[in-house]
């Protein structure tokens, strides 16, 4: 019987016994995050309570959005945003407004993307199609930035005697800061590489596992999941470079860093 005909055809059904497990699985986080020398405790719990309310109002709020373009633009825009926000604030504490500069390596990776899948009609010009799909990418990009800005800054502020050497020796403020930030911030894109090489044996991802479930064949789910997977590496190592950059030319620090 194919997947789609079946009336349990759910990867998780949908019943109490699901909330009372995602509510003792997010005590249990809570728990060993707050007890376990993570310090994480209060985190946990906001994060799980805000994917609650976020899930919740999105769930009302996509079924009419996805039905206009209009909307649609205006709902990947808010993704945007927030990513923006959340990546930006996670590489830096500067006061203002510096956390904006977090658009450009998330817009560089994602737009092009985007584009290349709308003029190429490889994306169908739907709501439905296009919010999930600039969801994944955005969110690929979220990552990247916040991980390759935070490990580049703290790799800068730990050896920033090295940055004065190679200052000293005649490299200019940017090379200085590459020299001594690049390897630190090129490791972001190891979690995408690992997703990619152990797919279909380690793990089985969402795009893949959904698409089967909805009916379609083993062929086109694998298809649409590699190109995720790809488009995800492309998108994240963009973002990757264009924080070095940032970093590099001083547009991305924290405030007691370059303080000279």
């Known amino acids: ?133 600039a969801g994944i990418l955005i969110g690929g990009g979220l990552t990247a930035t916040s991980l390759a800005g935070r490990r580049a800054l703290d790799e800068l502020a730990q050896r920033h005697g090295e940055v004065e050497a190679a200052l000293a020796l005649g490299f200019d403020d940017r090379d200085a800061r590459l020299e001594i930030c690049r390897t630190a911030a090129a490791t972001s894109l190891v979690p995408a590489l690992d997703q990619t090489r152990t797919v279909g044996l380690v793990t089985l991802p969402g795009a893949f596992v959904g698409m089967l479930l909805g009916g379609a064949s083993p062929v086109s789910a694998g298809a649409v999941q590699l190109f995720v997977l790809v488009a995800l590496l492309a998108v994240e190592a963009v973002a990757i470079v264009v924080v070095l950059e940032l970093v590099g030319r001083g547009l991305v620090r924290r405030p007691v860093q370059w303080g000279r």
């Open 1 to 133: 019987m194919p997947l789609a005909a079946s009336a349990n055809n759910q990867l998780l059904p949908v019943t109490p016994v699901l909330g009372v497990a995602m509510v003792l699985l997010l005590v249990v986080a809570v728990a060993v995050a707050g007890w376990g020398m993570l310090g994480q405790g209060h985190a946990v719990l906001r994060a799980g309570l805000r994917a609650v309310v976020q899930l919740a109002a999105v769930a009302f709020v996509i079924t009419w959005v996805v039905h206009s373009l209009w909307w649609t633009a205006l709902f990947v825009l808010l993704m945007f945003s927030v990513a923006v926000r959340t990546a930006g604030r996670r590489m830096t504490d500067a006061p203002g407004w510096e956390w904006a500069w977090a658009a450009a390596p998330i817009g560089a990776g994602v737009l092009p993307v985007l584009a290349l899948l709308l003029g190429a009609r490889l994306l169908p010009w739907q709501g439905l199609s296009i919010v999930p799909v």
